[in-house]
């Protein structure tokens, strides 16, 4: 029965579905094996060799970053690799990882971290130990930026970072980088790279602790950026990326870094590829080839629903992404700040006020609302202290 099975996705599913199979051992000798014991290696196999995976002297390819996915085959005392030993010191810490280790906040951090944004800190130190990339997720408005200098000022601190770090955000936020370096890290110095004069600025890059440019610019100056070497590459708004054939991903996939982050506030639940191409940037190899990956996981998954394919990529993701939703960490928010302005509209603003409210009433009421003076109108907004 099974020897009809040379589609390796088919025999998953039917060993999926079985308790136990009857496995021949020669003369007629036959082994009874509980499938569980075994789906597993056959995962990997299928994986490790999907198409393209070998050299042209026969080889077998893999990057650092798949020894995460390799850990029960590296630890498996019956099977012999060559040339893993990296990959099997790899899969020994991470055996004996005992959880995410505190780190205090670094000297000259200008603000005190709320619990959840500490445990941020602390993630993006065991990334940067276990030489991993990551998805820092966390909702809008839950300082995805303060994590991310605390982090970068704690690796000033140590010592580590004697190479600039490199950070690419949309055009909109380049001004909010700057002022939030200013105000809680301003012991990091710090250099936007903007406007039609910035060419100058690329002599003074080692200098600074901290780079800030737009994914627009990177794509027109990415000549610029081909001798240099960076601490970390940081990409805010990380969808800017999804697409893998956009001219601006594949400049920055050449850029040379030794960590790589990326933060998001836009869950990603679109087609999975476009989770392959932001991890393909954080962790080449990590999810195999482009269609590799669509062979191997997006097919079986958006296509076929294959339930554990997709539980199998859930598992092999979760260590690397962190995402804290406003309900999860809401006894760690401040109590919401009303702030009431009164302010005076005036000119066209008032025209434009009085042109909606008239066509408002006429609509609600059927009759023509009598003209009347507005001496002022009010803004209530909300925001965290």
């Known amino acids: 029965m099974l020897a009809d099975r040379r589609n390796p996705h088919d025999l998953l599913r039917f060993l999926r579905a079985e308790e136990r199979i009857l ?77 995410i280790s505190p780190v205090p906040p670094p000297q000259g951090l200008d603000a005190k971290l709320r619990p959840y944004q500490q445990e941020g800190l602390n993630w993006l130190q065991f990334l940067r130990e276990f030489q991993f990339g990551g998805i820092l997720a966390d909702d809008m ?44 890290t301003p012991d990091l110095k710090v250099l936007v790279i903007h406007g039609p004069h910035r060419g100058a600025a690329f002599m003074d890059i080692c200098n600074h602790d901290l780079v800030i440019t737009s994914y627009a610019l990177i794509r027109r100056d990415i000549a610029l950026y081909s001798d240099l070497e ?31 982050l990326c933060l998001t506030g836009t869950p990603l639940e679109n087609h999975l590829c476009e989770l392959w191409s932001i991890f393909h940037f954080l962790m080449p190899g990590f999810l195999g080839t482009h269609d590799g990956f669509s062979r191997l996981f997006r097919t079986p ?18 260590p690397f992404m962190l995402r804290r939703t406003k309900d999860l960490v809401e006894k760690d928010l401040p109590e919401k700040t009303e702030i009431v302005r009164m302010a005076t509209l005036e000119g066209r603003q008032r025209e434009l006020y009085e042109t909606v409210r008239i066509a408002m009433w006429t609509r609600g009421s059927g009759t023509r609302s009598p003209k009347r003076a507005l001496p002022e109108a009010t803004s209530r907004s909300s925001t965290p202290s």
């Open 230 to 260: 960076f601490h970390y590459v940081i990409l805010d708004e990380a969808q800017f990326i999804k697409n893998a054939a956009a001219q601006t991903t594949l400049a920055i996939q050449g850029l040379s870094a030794r960590h790589r």
């Open 301 to 318: 998954i958006e296509k076929n629903g294959d339930m554990d394919r997709l539980a199998g990529l859930k598992d092999r993701l979760v």
């Open 141 to 184: 408005g839950l300082g995805k930026t303060i994590q991310t200098l605390a982090h970068l000022l704690q690796e000033k601190r140590s010592g580590r970072m004697d190479l600039p770090s490199l950070v690419i955000v949309p055009r909109s936020l380049l001004g909010n980088w700057r002022r939030e370096a200013e105000r809680f």
């Open 23 to 99: 496995v021949p051992i020669g003369e007629g000798r036959w082994a009874k094996l509980e499938t569980k014991r075994i789906t597993t290696i056959i995962e990997n196999l299928v994986e490790l060799y999907d198409h393209e995976s070998l050299n042209e002297d026969g080889s077998l390819l893999l990057r650092r970053s798949q020894g995460t996915n390799l850990a029960g085959l590296l630890e498996d005392p019956g099977i012999r690799w060559k040339g893993a030993d990296e990959l099997q010191r790899l899969a020994q810490r991470l055996r004996d990882f005992s959880g």
